[in-house]
């Protein structure tokens, strides 16, 4: 991940977390730069090899419970141990007393000392949440998402080709409004894409020759949802006999990369007549087939190669028959 300063860190997750500094300011300078979280106890009993000291330290119950258990001596030397290592940040959970002469060996090294009163487990478990969001891959497409059957259906094309109208006739018909114009999508753990719109636009739609209209106010809050995983890429594009290529049999899954993710894909040529929200649901309703593992123009393409083999051997059987 690129660098996050730990003062980031702690000025947008201070109040969620229920984080104080106890070291001085001057120590969020450093930059975390890996999701990882790492517990020193072992470092602290003698074992240094493989330390991760560029993951953010968490000294819970069991940590402090050790070193108490320590002579002055003994405690001073596991403190030696883990402090001697250039630390991002060092953060104390359940509002544990900080070991002494800790603050003073870390303060002299330029590390941050944190606490909160949350127990380890589930602090570990949401800082680590919050990193990997921090650390994901985001990008802005030009286009409107709508949840179409549960199918995250992104619609993308040229401006004024009819995306923001097309959503408005699916939300009339049922379905729900991601974002329109502007999507931000996000890239979570395993290749899992996310969508949902810009704080400022929320769930406003400009339609041409009306305006801004406001989608949950005007159909209710059944008709938006916050955000949705992107699934399909359905791109409009105007019909044009020379240039485009239309899908006919649809054998081969096409796929557009989206930050690094391949994502099904579809195109529709626009021309007078066309059904755009009713082509946008049976797309949705295709991929959701395939999903569950039918793949209708396969089976088709099938069933047409084992009639023609039957008519083959039909006509080779007949060739030979004379009487």
């Known amino acids: 991940m690129a660098g996050l300063p730990v003062r980031e860190l702690f000025e947008k997750i201070r109040e969620e977390l229920h984080l104080t500094l106890v070291t001085d300011p ?17 470092a602290m009993a003698g074992y240094t090899d493989y330390f991760l000291d560029e993951r953010v330290q968490i000294l819970g119950e069991t940590e402090i419970s050790y070193l108490k258990t320590l002579d002055e001596g003994g405690r001073l030397a596991a403190l030696d141990r883990v402090c001697g290592f250039p630390l991002v940040c060092l953060i104390i959970t359940k509002s544990l007393e900080v070991p002494e002469g800790l603050l003073e060996r870390l303060e002299s090294h330029g590390t941050a000392v944190l606490r909160t009163p ?7 478990h949401a800082l680590t949440g919050y990193l990997r969001d921090a650390a994901a891959l985001t990008t802005t497409i030009h286009g409107t998402m709508v949840d179409v059957y549960g199918v995250g259906l992104m619609l993308a094309g040229a401006s004024g080709i009819g995306k923001s109208e097309c959503a408005l006739d699916l939300v009339e018909r049922g379905h729900r409004l991601v974002a329109d114009d502007v999507v931000t999508i996000v890239r979570k753990e395993d290749d899992i894409l996310i969508g949902a719109g810009s704080e400022l636009l929320k769930h406003h739609m400009e339609l041409r020759g009306i305006g801004i209209i406001d989608i949950r106010t005007m159909f209710g809050i059944r008709a938006v949802r916050a955000m949705k995983r992107l699934e399909v890429v359905v791109r409009l594009e105007e019909w044009d006999e020379d240039r485009l290529n239309a899908e006919r049999l649809g054998l081969d899954d096409r796929t557009v990369e989206i930050l690094g993710v391949p994502i099904t894909t579809a195109t529709i040529p626009i021309f007078p007549g066309k059904n755009l929200s009713v082509l946008s649901e049976v797309i949705a309703l295709n991929y959701l087939q395939k999903a569950y593992g039918q793949h209708p123009a396969r089976e088709f393409n099938e069933r047409l190669r084992e009639w023609m083999r039957k008519q083959a051997a039909l006509r080779q059987e007949h060739r030979h028959d004379l009487e």
């Open 26 to 42: 001057e120590t969020l300078s450093r930059e975390i730069t890996t999701t990882d979280i790492h517990r020193p106890g072992l």
């Open 118 to 124: 949350m127990d380890t487990t589930p602090f570990i």
